[in-house]
């Protein structure tokens, strides 16, 4: 047999081992570790070209995968962003239109790709910021869960252990990261099965506390000012979050360059966290055959337009970093120019981890991207960001194209489209020029489009115009009134009260105990996330409600309370601020019943009640 037969033989036999290593690769499923930061900039990172941002292990991670070029978070701030990245759907759709204490309706009605992976054998865990609602409990489909409420603090945490406060010294971010990599650890050496980790770091988030190791970076970097920094939107006029202006932002650093060395600091933090968690992979063996995600909820406003923070529908906040390594399907140094979007990530998990995505995902696998170049693929994608303090935080919506945005201000008369191409700075607003009247036309055609795919309706503030009541009511008769209640039936003898709500017929005495029922019809396929806020006629203003004691039940389950109701039982209370009020109840089904156990001040007033919903998602006017 001559030397050149025998050297095709040899390949033959190579080509064929190749092969079958890789339909072993492949029916082997992938682990997952998601890594998410908060308010994390897509162009702060060296591989993004920052020549300040040291960022070694993002930038490792980006050279072994790809690092998309333009990835976008569908919500200007966390909670909405989160709940879309975790169940695949824009956040109208995953019942997380904003940030609430605790948002019963994504907790009870939304299903998250973690669970769908550990119904087929995945073990799961989180670990990190939630920000969708008593985020230190446990919560379905996760095998091991350590987290703290709400937004937490940057320096000695504690963390919630399966449940269990537990003590946390240093930097919440490096603990984070130490727990993370100790579960790689123990996952890697007790067997095969694959595993799911989600990790929710702090940084960047406001304070800026970076801890002290990061005290002398960037000491001698200055920051030039954005080009549109003088620039001020119309739309944005009265908005509280100019960078000199809001208290968390310029004024709590004394200047500019130290606000920016601040954030910075911070978020070069980010890349050690991400370092830990890599390297806890590589040393276990398990780095090649693991899907890393790295993204942030959302970007960050550093000055453009003025201002601070995130929230609106400009290039600074709804660009995100979107890193992805796979060997498998991802080859080093990959680029791609496609729109990608934060719904995106539950699909793309669910599909390379071979398990089914279940219907009403918005967004799409990146699969075929990682296939090929020139993949077709979305053209148009929604913006939303919704806010009841239209004043404060004027909402708004957005359609973005590849190359052209349009943005409509919801509380104000005012739209804006840019022609990102030609202005990527979105410094020329070219609503109602005559020569993109043809664009603005087929922009707001898309924008409508969106809407009504999506089944999108405005969030309307309206008084509740009747409910029903019962009282007073014995201890002795609660658990079974609560047990009749969840069930959808109203008792006989509750009587119906239209606004304002006089509850004086009752003659209730200082302590008694009253039942307030609201009947709600759900007119979506979805909970379309509903708030309700009882208070003393009259008071209309935020500052000016007045509150009697109040908790709302499900059952037997307390799923919410108000401040005067935790003094009344001797109970802690959490929320701060706006988060004192209002009540999200869930609407678990088509016929749902808002459940409030009250007790009677010394004076109990006339009440009215708020109710906020999406137009045409509910009924509440329902007889009985």
């Known amino acids: 047999m001559g030397i050149r037969m025998k050297l095709k033989i040899l390949i033959r036999v190579l080509l064929a081992f190749g092969a079958l290593v890789g339909v072993g690769q492949a029916a082997q499923k992938p682990n997952v570790v998601l890594i998410i930061a908060d308010d994390h900039r897509a162009d702060w990172m060296g591989h993004k070209g920052n020549p300040f941002m040291a960022t070694p292990n993002l930038d490792r991670l ?25 169940t695949g759907r824009y ?17 009870m009605t939304q299903q998250t790709f973690p669970q769908f992976l550990k119904q087929a054998g995945y073990r799961t865990g989180y670990i990190g910021k939630l920000h969708l609602g008593e985020d230190e409990k446990p919560k379905p489909g996760f095998d091991e ?8 603090n940057f320096h ?4 919630w252990i399966n449940g269990k406060n537990t003590e946390s010294k240093g930097f919440t971010d490096d603990r984070l990261a130490e727990l993370a990599a100790a579960q790689i650890k123990k996952w890697s050496g007790a067997g095969d099965d694959p595993f799911c980790l989600v990790v929710g770091l702090k940084a960047s988030h406001i304070p800026f506390q970076y801890p002290e190791r990061m005290k002398s970076r960037l000491v001698d970097t200055v920051f030039s000012k954005p080009a549109t920094w003088e620039l001020r939107k119309p739309g944005l006029k009265g908005n509280c979050i100019f960078a000199d202006q809001f208290q968390p932002g310029i004024p709590s650093y004394g200047s500019f360059q130290e606000w920016l060395r601040s954030y ?14 890599v390297q806890a992979l590589e040393k276990s063996g398990r780095l090649d055959n693991t899907l890393v995600i790295y993204t942030s909820d959302q970007g ?19 660009r995100v970093p979107m890193i992805v390594r796979y060997p498998k399907v ?61 004043d404060a935080l004027p909402p708004m919506q957005a359609v973005r194209t590849d190359r052209y945005k349009l943005i409509d201000y919801l509380a104000k008369p005012v739209k804006e489209l840019y022609d990102l191409k030609n202005d990527p700075l979105e410094q020329r607003d070219l609503y109602d020029h005559p020569e993109y009247a043809a664009v603005q036309q087929e922009m707001e055609a898309r924008l409508e489009k969106l809407k009504h795919d999506t089944g999108f309706q405005p969030r309307e503030v309206k008084l509740l115009q009747s409910c029903w009541v019962l009282g007073p009511v014995a201890a002795a008769e609660e658990t079974a009134l609560r047990k009749q209640l969840v ?3 109203i008792p006989a003898n509750a009587r119906r009260l239209h606004q304002p709500f006089d509850l004086s017929p009752l003659k209730l005495s200082s302590g008694d105990v009253f039942y307030l029922v609201v009947a709600i019809d759900r007119l979506t396929g979805y909970d379309p996330y509903v708030t309700l806020e009882f208070f003393a006629a009259g008071g209309f203003r935020q500052w000016s409600k007045q509150h009697i004691p109040m908790a709302a039940f499900y059952g037997d389950e307390m799923i919410w309370m108000n401040k005067p109701y935790a003094t009344a039982e001797g109970l802690a209370y959490a929320p701060i601020g706006k988060f004192n009020d209002p009540c999200n109840y869930p609407l678990m089904g088509e016929k749902n019943l808002a459940v409030f156990r009250c007790i009677v001040p010394q004076q109990l007033p006339k009440l009215q009640s708020e109710i906020i919903a999406p137009d045409g998602a509910i009924q509440t006017d329902q007889s009985k």
């Open 145 to 152: 869960w350590i987290g703290f409420p709400f937004v937490g």
């Open 156 to 159: 000695d945490q504690p963390l």
């Open 264 to 277: 910075s600091r911070l978020a070069l933090t980010l890349d050690e966290s991400v370092g830990t968690i």
């Open 62 to 86: 980006a050279a072994e995968g790809i690092s998309f070029e333009n990835a976008f978070a569908c919500s200007g701030v966390c909670s909405p962003s989160r709940a879309s990245i975790l």
């Open 300 to 318: 960050y406003s550093l000055g453009e337009f003025g201002l601070c923070e995130k929230h609106y529908a400009y290039e600074q906040v709804m």
């Open 330 to 390: 991802v080859s080093p140094g990959m680029k791609r120019e496609q729109m990608v979007l934060n719904l995106d990530i539950a699909p793309t998990i669910l599909d390379l981890c071979g398990v089914p995505a279940p219907d009403g995902m918005d967004g799409k696998s990146w699969a075929p991207l990682f296939a090929e170049t020139n993949a077709t693929w979305r053209d148009e994608f929604l913006f939303d960001f919704w806010n009841a303090w239209s």
């Open 91 to 107: 956040a109208h759709r995953a019942s997380a239109p904003e940030i609430i204490w605790c948002n019963n309706s994504f907790l």
């Open 487 to 489: 069930g959808g039936d």
